[in-house]
């Protein structure tokens, strides 16, 4: 197993976007959820990028929808999660999982002081 | 009270500038970014929504610079080497012809201030004309990625001045540097203007094909 088959922050952070959107995740969708759910303001340029990285890794694909003319006559680019990247995030899942085990977090710093 | 703003557009440079560094692959973005201004303009007013769209535009232009030479890293490369090639190869070439006229005439001899001038910022402006030439042709050469190749060339130019610019203020000529400085950044901007003037024509010619 090497380094490659785990997710980076970021990119956990918009797999498990995508799969809470279900067939309603695109860049707008999935931009909010992280934005709303970690409350950090995130660029639609960063959702992308790391988006087009994971469809080159096979974890996500990606269609076009219809343009709209409220888009300036653009489509909408959905994604999916694919079961190479749930076995990703699963297996990331488990090993931050497994790291956390046992350990107290709370008052932990003021401890070290 | 929200002012409801319907006719509410993004902001132009940040659109332009976000449009600059996609790439055709990035359209929804593009479109992405509409919809949620609209969005936002509507419920919280136009200001608000236009401050968020420069937000974006200047968050995303580095990931879609990153994203752009990840695409296609080898050609970006090939053409940022032959345009550092054309800088070693041409850039003094107009100064020498400057030069050689400047002394064919005995400027130095009847004009001295003109002479100054022309040996001085003269041939600095030259060197910005040339650098916007330069972008040109980097963007004419790297096909759809011509911010891409053309900001990589300002980054390789940027560390090599950085680094001599260490070399001579670790020797004492700092005094120089200073006034070079203000005319390499001309030359970086120019060359970038260059290679954004080829972008935005391209893109109009390929709007008014699908246009018809």
Known sequence: MSSRDYLGEFEHLIVLAVLRLADQAYGVTVRQEIQNRTRREVSIGAVYATLDRLEAKGYVKSCLGDPTPERGGRSKRFFAVT???????????????????????AGAIDDCA | MTVHDDRAKPPCIAAWLIVLFASAEDESLLGDLLEEFSELAS???????????????LQSTPHLFVNGFRSAPWSTTAVVVAGYLLIKVLFPLPEKALFAVLHRYRVFDRHFNVYVFFATDGAAMVHVLMSMLLGCFVGLTASKREMIAATTLVLVLLGMTGAASVAWVTRGNSSMLWSMLPW?????????????????????????????
């Open chain 1, 83 to 105: 079961t190479k990247g749930v076995t990703a995030v699963n297996r990331t899942q488990r090993a931050l999982e497994s790291m956390n085990e046992g350990l107290e977090l």
């Open chain 2, 184 to 212: 390499n950044l001309a030359d970086w901007l120019a060359m970038l203007a260059g290679a954004a003037i080829i972008r935005s024509h391209r893109l109009a010619a390929s709007t008014a094909t699908l246009g018809r």
């Open chain 2, 43 to 57: 419920t919280s007013g136009a200001a608000v929504a236009r401050r968020w769209y420069w937000r974006q535009a």
